[in-house]
C-alpha cells in the first residue's frame, strides 16, 4: 500500500482566492485604508498567511496592526460564510482522482488551515468522504504561537505505520515535505507559475499522480 499525501489550498481545491481577496479589501476599506489586493497580487500571495498579506500591502504598519487586521479577516470569514462558499470549488479532476486511489492505497490532507475550518472547506467541495476523521489534518499555521508543520504531521502520521512508497502532492514548497521513499509532486493552476522548490514533478493537471497507481 502507498501513502498519498494532499495539500488543500491550491491544490484539490480553486476558488479561494478570491474569497481572501474580497475580504482583504473589505477589510482594509472598514480600517479606512486607500490600499487594495488587486488580481496580479491575489496570485503572487495566495498561500501565505493572512497577516503576511497585510506586511506587503502595508509595510509601514506595525506588526500589532497586521495581526489585529488578520484577526478581522478571520471575523468576516465566519460572519459571511457566504462569500467563500460562493467562491470555492473542487478542483478539476480532483474527486475522481481521489476516487482512484482510494480503493487501493491510503491517502490523508494535511492543511495550513485550522482543524474546524478544514472539514467546513471539505464538506463545501464534497470532498469529506476521502477525508473522514483521522484523515484530515488542520496545523492551524496562521496562529503566531508555536504550531506543528506539515512534516510534524505527516511523521505524527507515519509513526508505526509502513508504506511502500510516498506520494506528496502540493503547491507550495512547505508541501513538498521531505520523507524517506517519497516523490514529490508541485501543482500549479494553468495559468499560474510554479513556486519555487525542489519537486520530483510539476504537474497542471492531478490526474497526472494517478501514474503512481
Given at each position: 500500500?502507498?501513502?498519498?499525501?494532499?495539500?488543500?489550498?491550491?491544490?484539490?481545491?480553486?476558488?479561494?482566492?478570491?474569497?481572501?481577496?474580497?475580504?482583504?479589501?473589505?477589510?482594509?476599506?472598514?480600517?479606512?485604508?486607500?490600499?487594495r489586493m488587486?488580481e496580479?497580487?491575489?496570485?503572487?500571495?495566495?498561500?501565505?498567511?493572512?497577516?503576511?498579506?497585510?506586511?506587503?500591502?502595508?509595510?509601514?504598519?506595525?506588526?500589532?496592526t497586521?495581526?489585529?487586521?488578520?484577526?478581522?479577516?478571520?471575523?468576516?470569514?465566519m460572519?459571511?460564510?457566504?462569500?467563500i462558499?460562493?467562491?470555492?470549488?473542487?478542483?478539476d479532476?480532483?474527486?475522481?482522482?481521489l476516487?482512484?486511489?482510494?480503493?487501493?492505497?491510503?491517502?490523508?490532507?494535511?492543511?495550513?488551515?485550522?482543524q474546524?475550518?478544514?472539514?467546513d472547506f471539505?464538506h463545501?467541495?464534497?470532498?469529506?468522504e476521502?477525508?473522514?476523521?483521522g484523515?484530515?489534518?488542520g496545523a492551524?499555521?496562521?496562529?503566531?504561537e508555536?504550531?506543528?508543520?506539515?512534516?510534524?504531521?505527516?511523521?505524527?502520521?507515519l509513526n508505526?505505520r509502513?508504506?511502500?512508497?510516498?506520494?506528496?502532492?502540493?503547491?507550495?514548497?512547505q508541501d513538498?515535505?521531505?520523507?524517506?521513499n517519497?516523490?514529490?509532486?508541485?501543482y500549479?493552476?494553468?495559468?499560474?507559475?510554479?513556486?519555487?522548490?525542489?519537486a520530483?514533478?510539476?504537474?497542471r493537471?492531478?490526474?497526472?499522480?494517478?501514474?503512481?497507481?
Amino acid at each position: 500500500m502507498k501513502l498519498f499525501i494532499w495539500d488543500f489550498h491550491g491544490t484539490l481545491e480553486k476558488g479561494t482566492e478570491w474569497a481572501a481577496y474580497e475580504i482583504t479589501n473589505r477589510v482594509l476599506h472598514e480600517y479606512g485604508y486607500d490600499q487594495r489586493m488587486d488580481e496580479q497580487l491575489v496570485h503572487r500571495l495566495y498561500g501565505k498567511k493572512w497577516y503576511e498579506y497585510f506586511i506587503h500591502l502595508l509595510p509601514h504598519e506595525s506588526k500589532e496592526t497586521h495581526i489585529a487586521l488578520q484577526k478581522r479577516c478571520f471575523e468576516v470569514d465566519m460572519e459571511c460564510p457566504e462569500i467563500i462558499e460562493q467562491a470555492i470549488k473542487a478542483n478539476d479532476h480532483a474527486a475522481s482522482v481521489l476516487a482512484g486511489i482510494a480503493s487501493d492505497h491510503d491517502q490523508i490532507l494535511i492543511s495550513n488551515t485550522s482543524q474546524e475550518r478544514l472539514r467546513d472547506f471539505l464538506h463545501m467541495t464534497n470532498l469529506y468522504e476521502f477525508f473522514p476523521e483521522g484523515k484530515n489534518f488542520g496545523a492551524d499555521a496562521h496562529r503566531l504561537e508555536a504550531h506543528r508543520s506539515k512534516q510534524d504531521v505527516a511523521d505524527e502520521y507515519l509513526n508505526g505505520r509502513d508504506f511502500e512508497k510516498i506520494v506528496v502532492v502540493g503547491d507550495s514548497p512547505q508541501d513538498m515535505i521531505p520523507l524517506p521513499n517519497a516523490v514529490r509532486y508541485l501543482y500549479a493552476h494553468e495559468g499560474r507559475e510554479f513556486k519555487e522548490c525542489d519537486a520530483d514533478y510539476r504537474i497542471r493537471d492531478l490526474r497526472e499522480v494517478l501514474r503512481e497507481l
